[in-house]
């Protein structure tokens, strides 16, 4: 989608970039990146489009196994105390030696972003994380040096300024139980769709105007009834999924609903933009296709041990398949949503080059 919006608008550029969950490395990336908007978006089609699951994951049989034994041994040890930790099901050290490679960091901090911040082609970069030591949604976001720190503390979710890392990046892409925390100062942190009940606060609190939202969620279309109701009890893969779901991606709509009753209210009322309220435009890109169904037709691209681990799981049952867009990293299902990306965009591209072109 972006690289599409990058190529109609070659002058194109965001000051302000922040994401959650694979959103986060897509943000960082383009902030990191040297390159013009529209030359970094196109590069990370690239990247993604030759995407395959080792990666991001070790996905050997042996280590699965290994994996699953650790798990099932502390859910079965009755409180005792495991010799080796459970800690995801599936093992990242590809998806952080992919990120080191990504993202330049000598020092370990993205020096892309430093220079653009230093030069001002760039205001800030914001990640979001969940602390499974606080349970609340933390931002780390990182301005120039001239800008006052970054400070907020709302119900369930906090700002911080910090000088964004790799670390910082894995933690918010660590999605829970699949994919193992990642320690950021002492704690541990995992995906930060887990508490982002307003996803647009980032954004907000850096001070954007107007806000391009690129969601993985299509339009909700009115579910027809079921001829009869079904008898079988639901696969873990369908609970899982529809969890994840759920905690991953459903509270967008509601915190765009709000910000554009808020924005109505500013315009059309004095006493609250003088009470601090702001009219912000939000636009938001959603697929016109259902992820998870582009998944199940995928499948049988996952390599055996984890195809076995999520069929174990009972994706190949109807409606199951959500868990599977979240575990597929294969060049074939990612090109498939790059070209539904291009398609999207191309047919609301009026309507966003006069959201943009200003």
Same mark, same amino acid.
């Given at each position: 989608? &972006?690289?599409?919006?990058?190529?109609?608008?070659?002058?194109?550029?965001?000051?302000?970039?922040?994401?959650?969950?694979?959103?986060?490395?897509?943000?960082?990336?383009?902030?990191?990146?040297?390159?013009?908007?529209?030359?970094?978006?196109?590069?990370?089609?690239?990247?993604?489009?030759?995407?395959?699951?080792?990666?991001?994951?070790?996905?050997?049989?042996?280590?699965?196994?290994?994996?699953?034994?650790?798990?099932?041994?502390?859910?079965?040890?009755?409180?005792?105390?495991?010799?080796?930790?459970?800690?995801? &099901?599936?093992?990242?050290?590809?998806? @952080?030696?992919?990120?080191?490679?990504?993202?330049?960091?000598?020092?370990?901090?993205?020096?892309?972003?430093?220079?653009?911040?230093?030069?001002?082609?760039?205001?800030?970069?914001?990640?979001?994380?969940?602390?499974? +030591?606080?349970?609340?949604?933390?931002?780390?976001?990182?301005?120039?040096?001239?800008?006052?720190?970054?400070?907020? @503390?709302?119900?369930? #979710?906090?700002?911080?300024?910090? #000088? /964004?890392?790799?670390?910082?990046?894995?933690?918010?892409?660590? /999605?829970?139980?699949?994919?193992?925390?990642?320690? /950021?100062?002492?704690?541990?942190?995992?995906? =930060?769709?887990?508490? !982002?009940?307003?996803?647009?606060?980032?954004?907000?609190?850096?001070?954007? +105007?107007?806000?391009?939202?690129?969601?993985?969620?299509?339009?909700?279309?009115?579910?027809?009834?079921?001829?009869?109701?079904?008898?079988?009890?639901?696969?873990?893969?369908?609970?899982?999924?529809?969890?994840?779901?759920?905690?991953?991606?459903?509270?967008?709509?509601? !915190?765009?609903?709000?910000?554009?009753?808020?924005?109505?209210?500013?315009?059309?009322?004095?006493?609250?933009?003088?009470? =601090?309220?702001?009219?912000?435009?939000?636009?938001?890109?959603?697929?016109?296709?259902?992820?998870?169904?582009?998944?199940?037709?995928?499948?049988? +691209?996952?390599?055996?041990?984890? @195809?076995?681990?999520?069929?174990?799981? =009972?994706?190949?049952?109807?409606?199951?398949?959500?868990?599977?867009?979240?575990?597929?990293?294969?060049? #074939?299902?990612?090109?498939?949503? /790059? !070209?539904?990306? @291009?398609?999207?965009?191309?047919? #609301?591209?009026?309507?966003?080059?006069?959201?943009?072109?200003?």
């Amino acid at each position: 989608m &972006l690289a599409r919006l990058g190529r109609a608008l070659p002058e194109l550029e965001f000051d302000i970039f922040t994401g959650v969950s694979a959103g986060a490395i897509n943000a960082a990336y383009l902030a990191n990146a040297a390159g013009s908007f529209a030359e970094s978006a196109e590069a990370l089609c690239a990247l993604w489009s030759k995407l395959r699951m080792e990666h991001v994951v070790r996905a050997a049989t042996p280590e699965m196994l290994r994996n699953v034994a650790r798990w099932s041994v502390q859910l079965l040890s009755g409180g005792i105390q495991p010799l080796s930790q459970a800690q995801g &099901l599936l093992d990242t050290a590809p998806l @952080r030696s992919l990120l080191r490679e990504l993202l330049p960091a000598p020092d370990g901090n993205l020096s892309g972003v430093e220079q653009k911040l230093a030069c001002g082609r760039l205001s800030a970069l914001a990640v979001t994380t969940t602390s499974y +030591e606080s349970g609340q949604a933390v931002t780390f976001a990182q301005q120039s040096a001239d800008q006052a720190p970054v400070s907020w @503390r709302r119900p369930q #979710r906090v700002g911080r300024s910090a #000088r /964004i890392r790799v670390e910082h990046v894995l933690a918010s892409a660590a /999605i829970p139980i699949l994919f193992p925390a990642v320690e /950021i100062a002492g704690t541990w942190h995992g995906d =930060g769709s887990v508490r !982002d009940t307003a996803p647009l606060s980032p954004a907000l609190h850096l001070g954007a +105007e107007r806000i391009l939202v690129v969601s993985t969620v299509r339009d909700p279309v009115p579910q027809p009834e079921p001829a009869a109701p079904s008898s079988t009890y639901p696969s873990l893969a369908r609970i899982v999924g529809v969890t994840l779901n759920s905690l991953l991606y459903g509270h967008m709509e509601s !915190d765009v609903a709000q910000m554009r009753r808020f924005t109505e209210l500013a315009r059309a009322c004095p006493a609250a933009r003088e009470s =601090g309220l702001r009219p912000v435009d939000v636009c938001v890109l959603r697929p016109t296709l259902d992820l998870g169904e582009i998944a199940a037709e995928m499948e049988h +691209e996952l390599p055996r041990a984890v @195809r076995y681990l999520t069929r174990g799981l =009972g994706t190949k049952e109807r409606n199951s398949a959500d868990l599977l867009s979240a575990v597929l990293f294969e060049a #074939r299902y990612t090109q498939r949503l /790059i !070209d539904c990306g @291009r398609r999207d965009v191309e047919q #609301r591209l009026p309507d966003l080059l006069a959201f943009l072109g200003s």
